[in-house]
């Protein structure tokens, strides 16, 4: 089979009557493209469990700040199809891929005080973790999942682990809103040769920092080694991470936040409780941010 890309919601539309007819299950990984093999997996997930999958590649304006990197983020729709069609030739794969004006009817600005329409918000778990230093963040990822969601009307939708708190704030909308959705988050997928998760922005590093990069997750991996062997002490598990940076010298990264969350809450604990936490960093390297985390005792 070949990916069928559409661009417009009429015709999507009319292909999902069509599933819904036919009663397939319709699964749907959002993405905002720069497809690499992370999305990949999200998808080969979908295979197994969906019988027509919906790829949607757009780059959501709303969850960029006017500073941030929304006209340097890799637009690769043609090569991002390709790798779809080769990765997954017996499976029927439409990539959605809608203009900024489609899903955004009223237009869209990065300047948040200047933006008019319909937004959500999931109040409680956005403000915390990346919503310390990008406050629009999950305004904006709440708002475009949902139109997405009311689109596709998918059966199953795919999130990738590495996004943590995206999955935790999806999660909630999705019982909140009474969406008619079932959720799956799938684990990271990293280089097999050092652990670094696999992400669009890693593109950006030299190469001197692609070196160094994965001394967040070594130092992650030895605080889950610790977890695991009784210690569940944030100050004990951080500073894994914190000897490892020193490896590498510290002044090569500017750590944005090291954490140790509440499963449920996001809320910063001092003890791993029984319903387990998160330990999740975001840092930066020349101007790419980068974000990685583990599960401590407990799992989607």
């Known amino acids: 089979m070949t990916v069928t890309v559409i661009n417009h919601l009429p015709e999507l539309r009319k292909w999902r009557k069509n599933k819904l007819l036919s009663e397939q299950v319709v699964g749907l990984v959002p993405t905002m493209g720069a497809i690499h093999q992370g999305h990949l997996?999200?998808?080969?997930?979908?295979?197994k469990q969906s019988q027509a999958i919906v790829v949607s590649i757009f780059v959501n304006p709303s969850q960029f700040a006017p500073h941030e990197d929304f006209d340097k983020y890799?637009?690769?729709?043609?090569?991002?199809?390709?790798a779809i069609n080769s990765s997954f030739p017996n499976?029927?794969?439409?990539?959605?891929?809608?203009?900024?004006?489609?899903m955004y009817p009223r237009g869209i600005s990065l300047d948040r005080s200047k933006q008019v329409g319909a937004f959500v918000e999931v109040i409680g778990l956005s403000e915390q973790l990346e919503g310390v230093t990008r406050p629009h963040f999950f305004r904006g990822v709440s708002?475009?999942?949902?139109?997405?969601?009311?689109s596709v009307e998918?059966?199953?939708v795919y999130f990738g682990q590495k996004d943590i708190q995206q999955c935790i704030v999806i999660q909630a909308l999705v019982q909140d809103l009474l969406i008619n959705v079932k959720m799956v988050v799938v684990p990271t997928t990293r280089d097999e040769?050092?652990?670094?998760a696999l992400s669009s922005r890693n593109v950006y590093l030299t190469p001197e920092q692609r070196q160094r990069a994965p001394a967040f997750y070594r130092g992650m991996k030895l605080a889950t080694e610790l977890f695991e062997s009784g210690e569940k002490r944030r100050e004990k598990l951080l500073e894994c991470i914190t000897k490892e940076i020193e490896k590498e010298g510290a002044s090569n990264f500017v750590v944005d936040y090291m954490c140790l969350s509440d499963s449920s809450t996001l809320e910063e604990i001092n003890v791993v409780g029984d319903s387990g936490a998160?330990?999740?960093c975001a840092w930066k390297m020349g101007n790419t941010r980068l974000i990685d985390n583990v599960l401590l005792g407990f799992s989607f």
């Open 278 to 280: 998160i330990l999740s």
């Open 154 to 156: 998918p059966d199953i």
């Open 41 to 47: 997996n999200l998808i080969h997930t979908a295979t």
């Open 193 to 196: 040769t050092d652990g670094l």
């Open 143 to 150: 708002t475009v999942v949902t139109k997405l969601l009311n």
């Open 74 to 82: 890799p637009r690769t729709i043609q090569n991002d199809v390709a």
């Open 91 to 102: 499976h029927e794969i439409v990539v959605f891929a809608p203009s900024v004006n489609t």
